[in-house]
């Protein structure tokens, strides 16, 4: 949701950003930046946009990764070094932009730092994502939002204001006018609460709404009302309250994070933060998820080869009826070009049951997948990104069913990421 | 859709996925298939594996008894850190005394004696405990068990010391298919649940099957598992081709060999099948369905791709254009549309092709 009213020439920040040329000048810049965009929303005259953060999933194997700058040459966008581990970014396509700042967190994560509008970083992020296989976005699901929202809940003053954003849109849902959209890539969901005469009607679930109260209030009533309104557990925003004054840092779905407190450094801390817990979930998920043989002597090959891996399965809250599921399938298999980015040809095994050993093509790998009104159970072989998973996970809580559940094996996805925020805890260096 | 699932049952495809799919960590509250042998700690030790028989059981043996060397079952199982270990085979239905099978049942009632540690290699003999189980197709679990015993008997009569045996039917009810088992199976493995167990529910109309791990078996029994076993076959290889293709830097020359694709279809297990013949007939198949793919692409993008017998199929991929033509084009191909129960003739060229 982009409540920006900025009306700035690009070229500015641009040229702002590449005076930029040490660590500590991005620091020191983007922390006083941050200060005066915070004076400037608490009068509500925001005259820049604010900074905005982008974890970004490095999903080549291990070792065989490329580096960063040879990655992003590709799409003939230039990485300067002005830091271990952090570049400045440079693309060369347009007008020579410079776009912001990268920082390698690990091989396998990254995080990219922008002052422009969100209207052109989004875009720019996302076009970026979509050429190549070997990034994706860092995807929390409605479900780690959940648990992440109990860790602030854990930390956070009663008094203090958190902000949740619910999106769920049964797209799916026969009425569907997205349905006749060629392309659905670049569509998003946009909801008018102004009522027009001649829009036609479209009878589905369609949620989207933000829930702006005290961190106690939501405390007592939200999982009240979960189990009330299913829509609410799909959370694709979430809000961290900054411990260093007012405002805090949206969390995105898609691994967008906005800093709308004034302090850059808590909000690099709290995405530090959320990436350890998405690392741990993904060795996690990974190490149970991936299917592959796997040989106990070495020294005779083929021999004594056993199957590792666990079923993927994802539950729906109640069936599907017949029309949903069958929009579903027919417009994700159904055309190249689909929201859940899967390839494959569906083999028909009832009126609402259906194998696909097909492909995920965002990463160009291997998924197989059985789909029926009441599941959908994945097979992800080794290799294949634990993103995979976590995506599926959100678009089907996002377009599907908001309250369905998941599983990795016999282990609920939920308690995993419980297990992986429990896990991220303070170690003394010494 | 046209649903004739009345030889599935006895599919030992099918059979052969339903163990494997037995063993999966599930939600017990929520399964897919009942998790029967992963809640009674029952893990796969091992595919297809090669096992042979000790020296001095060949020539105790030899004379007395006719029986093979070694022997290739489809399953082992173990409990409890392999102090117990299952010896699955998936068999059609039961089989007499005169059957071809024989032999593999007399050695892999000899194995699962107290050499079992021994052929495995995992302690001395007697430190571990076997059962050869037989899973069949319905109605056969009786005549099964007794065909066993009587070699049993023979075997005792030689004084051969043999392993316990049991059977696993897997049939249908109308509204689920069941496993059925003996109570010395439910007793040697401490199993939780008495016979027979409700294992995947059945819906009007639809085919109970779950999700393929192993996609093909050249002892698939009718027409029907036949086209469906190859079609999931040419769908994995097609998937593979796919996500190799789609994820390559621009230009670069892909080689697929024959093999290559074989073992990504298959988790590796084509690389460990002994039958020759078998092996063969895949490789044809796949040849076939390459030749397919490359007639189904337009000019000139068919142009990038070529067969070297030596080498394999090259994709040769130069620019942009034609990675995204050529990836457009292998997504429209259905395998569906082949000729899926088409015999497979052997070719001159069968043991030169990569």
Redesign the interface.
Known sequence: MNTEKVKMPDIDISNEIKSINSREKMIRYLDGYSAERMEELDERKTKRPLVKSYMLEHVGDNGSQKKIRDLLAEFRIESQEIDENLYRIEDKRTNEDYMGFLEVFSPRYFIFYTLHLSDKADRWVKNLVFSSPDLDHVWLSGLTFNVLWQRISQISKPHRYVSILFVHESIYQIDSAIYEDENEDDKEISLSLEEEDDIKVIERRASKFKLVDKVSIVQEKLTKLQDLYSPLYAISQLRFPSPVGQGGHDFYDNGKVTNRSGNFRDHRSHILYVLKIYDELMKKTEEKAWYSMYKETITIPGEFQKLIGSPVIIKFSEPLNKETFDYWIKSTFGRLNNRFRLWGNPIILGPTKIHVYGVDKHLWKPVFMELTDKHLIAIVPKGTCGNTIHRLICNIQKYIDPAAKAYIGDIEYKSMVEQSSKEVVYEPEH | ?N?NINGLYKDPLFQLNLA?WLS?????S?F?VY?LF?KNNLN???????LALPFDIRLAVSKKISCQENVRPDLIFEKSGKKKLCILECKSSSFGLKSSNIKQAITLLLISGPIISEVLAIGKRGENECMLCYLIGPDNRKLMESTLNSLKQELDKVKMESGNFGCFEVKPTPTAIILEYSENIKKFFNLMEDSPVEIIKI?K???P?????F?YDPNIQTKEEQE?SR??LF??IL??I??????A?IPTSIIFTTEKLLNAAT???Y??WEDKEAKKHLRKLARDFLNEIRSSINEPVRESITHESQKGWIFNIKDKETHEELL?QL??F???TLDLSKEVEPSLFDYMEL
């Open positions: 859709m649903l494997i999966q960590p599930q939600p017990f929520e897919y998790p992963y796969i030790y091992s595919i297809g594996p090669a819906e109309d639809t085919d099957r779950p999700l393929y791990l996609p469906l079609r999931i769908e994995r998937g593979h796919i996500s190799e293709i789609g994820g830097d988790f590796g297990l690389n460990i457009k997504q429209r259905k395998p569906e």
